[in-house]
């Protein structure tokens, strides 16, 4: 970059004098051209050195304070002027506007012609911007040649660091990683808990930082190791990242190009496992390998089903949505696969659409512990914590052999299924902790079902209608709580004496007594029963 200061350490120009605007020496001179009217800056392009005898601003001098600002608008660099052929001098108010806007005013001595400050000061900044061309080339072909050579990125930080001062640290906003040189190494740890995510951007206040984007995608951004007013992005410095940045974010669309076909044969084998595909072990075992996975002891299926995620995009669905679809569904996955990965377990897994399928092997998966059940709920609240997500998790049984964990998934999608008759969203619901409800699934829309809750459950719903009761209500509490009328009626917000009467009315209704243990065991599925056929879940299954 040409600047006004270069300008005026040229010894042609030693007698030029700045008599204002001292402060913008640093700005950059592209060309120079002459002032024959008193609105030139309407054809201006910025850059401009402006050059003048004043013969135009003779009669009204004091319109100089405008021009300067009209000049400073248009981009112009600097403003020379003859002076005592004209005017003698500029007034003070011109001279202080310089100064405000740190624009500089140039004497220059009235012997020169135009031509001694044209010629010498074209040929300069040709000169410049020669050597600015001459200097990117290389620059590209220095940079073109590590691409070609599939270097790695420290390599390219490496490189950019030569041309810098100070170190460099790369952030990878796609795979959320750090890279640095041994040069890099104080910086990077100093940022090693950067948020890489949306919140980046805010905690990198007080760094100097260029970013990698390109059509509108971020990749990451470069992190320097300098205050902000000691930014290395002076012009050669800044051709340099520049041409690090893109080199790099090639560098990042090879990588998210080959994890893309990596995770499209990943996701082909966890579906070849989970819908029993394969018949041979030595086949899996062999595919496993590909990602440092190992079914030797089995494994059991866990699905993380994120709630009510397709009809939050239903309407208009088109590339922006389709987008945001699956970043969300990558971070699902990544919260999951941290958490379930954690102390050294193997979480295989794969993306089917909204949901994530993990195959988990070794011995706290085969006991499913409440270790197991721990981790789940932490997959659950950190999701929605996170992310503002809910999700239902199905576990399926345990599988010794890695040939039966078709088996497991469907347990496991039993167990989602289930789970959402129940309770619409977000819970752990585990095949082997289902109880009766495995039963009921099968057979809750026959017509025997039908007739069994007619028998229980009409009976209640239609002297609810008739006098404004809950007796219903009160009967799913009485079963929740285990039939105890005390903890029934805490968990109702009535009187003690009014649970005894709601229970002696359900009796009478019903005309059972539930101190038979087969008549409340009737009662409590044809509840069940009940309440998978009226969950929103399962009216959405029906349409």
């Not at 120079?32 to 004043?54: H, N, Q, R």
């Not at 002297?463 to 799913?476: F, I, K, S, V």
């Not at 109702?492 to 007594?513: A, P, Q, T, W």
Request: proline share 3%.
């Amino acid at each position: 970059m040409f600047t006004v200061r270069d300008m005026l350490e040229m010894p042609v120009f030693h007698d030029f004098q700045i008599i204002a605007g001292k402060a913008g020496e640093n700005r950059e001179v592209t060309t120079v051209s002459v002032m024959d009217a008193p609105d030139i800056y309407e054809w201006m392009k910025g850059g401009e050195f402006l050059i003048t005898s004043a013969y135009v601003m003779r009669e009204h001098p004091e319109e100089a304070e405008d021009l300067i600002a009209r000049l400073v608008e248009h981009g112009a660099s600097a403003f020379g002027i003859k002076f005592t052929r004209f005017i003698d001098h500029l007034p003070q108010k011109a001279l202080e506007k310089a100064d405000e806007l740190g624009f500089p005013i140039i004497s220059i001595p009235v012997e020169f012609a135009w031509t001694d400050v044209i010629n010498p000061l074209l040929r300069e900044i040709v000169n410049a911007q020669a050597q600015v061309l001459q200097y990117t080339e290389d620059l590209h072909r220095v940079f073109t040649e590590s691409v070609l050579e599939d270097r790695s990125v420290p390599d390219i930080l490496e490189m950019l660091e030569s041309f810098i001062p100070g170190p460099a640290v790369l952030a990878d906003i796609r795979f959320r990683r750090l890279y640095s040189t041994k040069k890099g190494e104080k910086l990077r740890e100093a940022l090693k808990d950067l948020p890489l995510g949306e919140e980046l951007e805010e905690a990198l206040e007080g760094y100097p930082v260029y970013w990698l984007q390109t059509s509108g995608e971020r990749y990451g951004c470069l992190i320097f190791g300098q205050a902000k007013e000691e930014s290395p992005l002076t012009e050669y410095r800044k051709i340099a990242v520049e041409q690090a940045a893109v080199v790099l974010i090639l560098k990042i669309q090879r990588q998210l190009s080959n994890a893309q076909i990596e995770a499209k044969y990943r996701e082909e084998f966890v579906q070849d496992l989970i819908y029993g595909n394969i018949k041979s072990r030595e086949e899996i075992q062999n595919r496993a390998k590909l990602y440092q996975w190992d079914f030797s002891e089995g494994g059991v299926t866990v699905i993380v089903d994120v709630d009510d995620f397709k009809q939050r995009y239903a309407e208009g669905l088109d590339r922006q949505k389709n987008e945001k679809m699956e970043r969300e569904m990558s971070r699902v996955l990544r919260i999951s696969r941290n958490i379930l990965g954690a102390e050294g377990n193997q979480a295989s897994y794969g993306k089917l659409n909204d949901r994530i399928v993990f195959l988990l092997s070794g011995s706290r998966w085969r006991a499913q512990d409440a270790r197991c059940r721990g981790l789940l709920e932490t997959v659950r609240r950190e999701i929605q914590k996170s992310l503002e997500l809910t999700v239902t998790i199905g576990v399926g049984r345990y599988r010794e052999d890695i040939l039966e964990i078709s088996e497991s998934f469907q347990e496991a999608q039993t167990a989602v299924a289930i789970s959402r008759t129940i309770h619409p969203r977000d819970q752990v619901s585990c095949y082997e902790e289902l109880g009766v409800y495995k039963l009921l699934g099968l057979v809750k829309e026959s017509r025997e079902a039908e007739e069994f809750l007619s028998f229980y459950v009409e009976k209640l719903k239609d002297y609810d209608r008739e006098n404004h009761g809950e007796l219903l209500a009160t009967a799913e509490a009485l079963i929740d709580c285990d039939w105890n009328l005390k903890r029934a009626s805490e968990r109702l917000f009535i009187h003690y004496n009014s649970m005894k009467y709601r229970y002696r009315k359900i009796c009478e209704v019903l005309g059972e007594d539930f101190r038979d243990g087969d008549s409340r065991l009737n009662f409590q599925i044809a509840v069940s029963l009940y309440r998978m056929n009226s969950s929103p879940a399962s009216r959405v299954d029906k349409k």
